[in-house]
Each structure stands twice: as C-alpha cells, then as structure tokens.
C-alpha cells in the first residue's frame, strides 16, 4: 500500500490520466459532430487508384473549422476546404499539380440540441475559382448546404448534404456544374478518445447523370502531444460506383490539430 506523499502523487497521477481520457473522449465526440462549438485544422491526406489503366492521385486537404456565436442560441460554423493535388494519368497522358477549387461553407445552428437530442445546421455553399493547372472547374458555384446527426450512447449518426450549381455563366473553359453531394454517416465512441467511423461521400452529377459513391471506413485517435491536442486518423475506401474510368479504391490518412476553448 502506498502511503504519505507517494500515495498522494498517485492519486494526482491517476486523476490526470483520468482527466485528460474525459478530455480526448469530449473531443472525438465533438469531431464526429460537424457543427461542434470547437476550432480544429484538419489535414486530410487521400490516395486514389485506378484512374483508366494506370492513373492515380495524391490530394492533401485542408479544413480549417471555426464557430462563431452570433447570438445567445446560435452560432455560425465556418468550413473551409482547400485541396492540394498531384495527379497522373488521371486525364489520361498528362499529369497536374497545384491546387483546386476551395468550398466554403458556413453552417448556421441551435447552440443546443433540440427536445429529442437531433443537432442540425443549415446555411450557404460556395465553390471558389481558386483551381490551377487544370484542376479547378473555371467558375463560381452556390447551393444551400444542410447537416442532421443524434448523438446517443456512443453512436453519432446522420447525414450532411449539400447541392452546387455554377452561377458565373457560360465560357469557353468553365464547366457547367450542377452537383449533389450526400455524405451519410455513422460512428462509433470508444473510451479512450477512440471512434470508428462509416461514410458515404456520395456525389451525383446532374449534367452527367453520374453517381460517385465512395465508401470510406475510418480509425481515428485523440491524444495530448506536448500541450497540443491532436486527433489521428487513418482508413480505406472503395468505390462502389464511379464514371467510367474513375478510381476503384484509396487510403486516407490525417492529423487534426484541436483547439478546445
């Protein structure tokens, strides 16, 4: 039995490991919510393969997300996309590298959950030129954007939508884009700060009458390095649908520098 001062070490030590656990569990919770009240900058690193015969892509996102209390019962979340992009044969005999299109969008939701625990925020999209070396569609897009999810006994689950469609009209390089995205979602909290998550980053070309449906599965961990908090990531996904040519499976890997307030 330990007694005097080491017992009281232990114990200190024993509620600081507890303590900073309750902290990485708040945290993998709030990051399955994508309206959470927390500031976090996401790098999101994906490989694609197998565009045609032996194309293939690099991509390196990334998301700042930043809410904004706006009044007492609401706030503002800002999330910005920015991809950075190496690619070969993906438009077969070339190859590209720069960076794409960056879609801003900005969620408008209840500080609190509703009477039966459903979270949701609604608000604009905006797709912005901001595409080099052929990898951006050339025009300005908008479209509302909408996400629902319950969080309960560990599970978070819901769906986040979104449609673009361009507005800067016709010209001789810009595309013509009305586009659905729906991302279903399911995850799972382990202790620990530790989740599993599930997703569809589905997407349907109206202009094509296309769908690309990606099924992603995902491990992610929070944990404390130096006095930064971070959450790991890492997964696969195959592509249960695609257009002709389009990629058959991938890998993502990410880190995600967290911010609690």
């Known amino acids: 039995m330990l007694t005097g001062a080491f017992a009281s070490g232990a114990l200190l030590c024993a509620g600081g490991a507890q303590a900073q656990s309750s902290d990485a569990d708040e945290l993998a919770k709030k990051l399955s919510n994508p309206v959470a009240a927390l500031i976090s900058v996401p790098f999101q690193y994906n490989y694609d393969e197998t565009y045609g ?38 438009i077969p005999g070339t190859d590209q590298a720069g960076i794409g299109d960056i879609t801003q969008s900005f969620f408008f939701s209840p500080r609190e959950p509703g009477p039966s625990g459903v979270i949701w925020g609604i608000g604009p999209a905006l ?94 961990k929070v944990t404390k390095v130096g006095g930064q908090m971070l959450s790991f990531q890492g997964g696969a996904r195959v592509y249960l649908e695609t257009p002709r040519g389009g990629p058959d499976w991938g890998l993502r890997f990410g880190v995600t520098l967290l911010f609690p307030k």
């Open 127 to 220: 797709l912005l030129p901001t595409g080099t070396d052929d990898l951006g569609a050339d025009t300005w897009a908008a479209g509302p954007t909408f996400v629902v999810l319950k969080q309960d006994h560990g599970w978070t689950l819901g769906a986040l939508v979104n449609h673009l469609a361009d507005v800067a009209g016709t010209g001789s390089r810009r595309a013509d884009i009305s586009s659905t995205f729906i991302q279903p979602f399911a995850s799972r909290a382990y202790a620990g700060g530790r989740t599993l998550t599930f997703n569809l980053e589905s997407t349907y070309d109206w202009k094509a009458s296309q769908w690309t449906v990606p099924l992603n599965i995902q491990y992610a």
């Open 53 to 90: 015969e032996e194309g293939y892509r690099h991509n390196l996102n990334i998301q700042p997300v930043a809410p904004f209390q706006i009044s007492e019962h609401w706030n503002v979340i800002s999330r910005t996309i920015l991809p950075i992009t190496y690619q070969k044969d993906v």
